[in-house]
């Protein structure tokens, strides 16, 4: 029996999703994380631009990093300017970061951002993934159980 999922972290906003994630990673377990990020950076995101589709974590001198990230500049800035795909540190509690390191070296798995969403306090947030990589027959499945879920909702529909 799968175990339960954990209670779906407080989204009020989000800004981007990787959902190729889902697809090319089994998710094992998710954790949320602030991120440091410039003024300039925030009214960006809160714009609705951002991209993580092919971005990833590290853990590197016990802190925890996002690279690949993509935050394009503001449009309205003034002199304050960020890079548009610079490595931002994630805020996590040292237990938490001790965990990740630990499973990234022990078990071999990919630290995966998912999404970054503003909570309901305005604070910009990003969902990480413990995950592990799926393989070719894996991927086949998943797209078998996509076309039969979907195929079952046509045939529910068209009885009802």
Known sequence: MAKPLPSPFDKAKVVAENRRARYDYFVEERFEAGIELMGTEVKALRTGEGSIAESYATVEDEQVYLINSSIPQYG??????????RRRRLLLKTREINKLNGAIHRQGLTLVPLSIYFNSRGRAKIELALARGKKVHDKRETIKERDWKREQGRIMRNRG
């Open 76 to 85: 309205n800035r003034g002199y304050a300017d960020h890079e548009p795909r």
